[in-house]
């Protein structure tokens, strides 16, 4: 909450800013930013808790109405990160507590959202306006580094989220989340650099790039059939986000084998950066009012940046990243209650599985269907760490 809190603050700084100078574009560019972030992410709130009402009783307890302010006055995040700290200064009760911990399992999710829909597109108009300025000095380009380094951290943070969800916790070791972490901030970075080059070169252009690169993105998560909500207008609208993820990165979202297409995705990244690189530089010789020293340098940046990111990415996954375990074989017939762990030692990892169904294995099935409480688990975040950890 402090992070988010701080996070607002230096939005707000940067508004007020923009207003002060009169600089009335970016003012309108920023605000439109942060606004649609929120209400996206608020979005995909609501519609997860309008779902999950019909399936888990305690939501049922709390008030629609209220629900449908907070998530209207885009309070909804603080109010999960509250309800997770009164869990632990407090002695709430069972169900209590798992449905906080149930609702905060979304927040790695709609974190991520937020980091591509709202840090990213910061991050280009703030770079954009640094490149036309000349103002790319060693204080701006450490602000950058560390803005950048936050939007890699918050990527890594979800992949991390997701290990709560993994049977076999112990073969991925926090070294994996480091590398994987690095090779984020270099791609991100390359991918941040080229656009804020583009635009400010060619400030007209860059929303015509961006409209054809997302319609494309979205025909193509369509093509592959996403399945995360639970309505079609939901679905389109996840589709849509994920197209906008694949803007600035990389984002798996079915549980298929995905080796040729992450390949074929950076093979157009890759030509996507030349050109937008090649131009930028073509014009910057063509025409003096547009050169600017530090184009140049920035675009050694940008190719240096996306080969190291290129390569730690291959490193990962060819010696970090862990795999599923075989699927166990299920009960015919066997009426079996979800579970889920709530933290890395709660009921061990022989409560897990990885069928569809969140069905426990054989050995836990006498101990859950006994009189051990039921544990909620989130089958969103549950199927994505399904599609992550292949």
Known sequence: MVVMLFDIAIDLYALVNFCLSQDFVCFCVLLFILLGSSFLVHTFSWLWLKADRTKIPALQKKSVKQLAVVHFC???????????????????STEEKELAVFLEHDVGLLALFESYSESCPHLVLMLTIYLQRGQLGTINVLKTAASIFLAAFGVTLYHRCLRRFLPEKDKQPIVSSGVYLTWNFFLIGSRLLALALFASVFPCYIVAHFLCWWMMYVFVAWRLKTNLMDT??????????VALIWYFNWFNVVDSPTKKRAVLYHAFRLVDTLILCGLVTWKTHQDPLYYSGPHFYVTICVGICFMLGLLLKVIYYKCCHPKHFKKPKTVKGAVV???????DDDLGDDLHSDSPSGAVMPQAMDRTMDTTPTRLCNERMRSQAKIFYR
């Open 232 to 241: 079609t207008a939901g679905e389109w609208l996840y589709r849509a986000t």
């Open 337 to 343: 209650l979800s579970v889920c762990s709530l933290a």
């Open 74 to 92: 885009q309070l909804e995040i603080f109010v999960r990160r509250g309800e997770l700290f009164l869990m632990m200064i407090s002695h709430m």
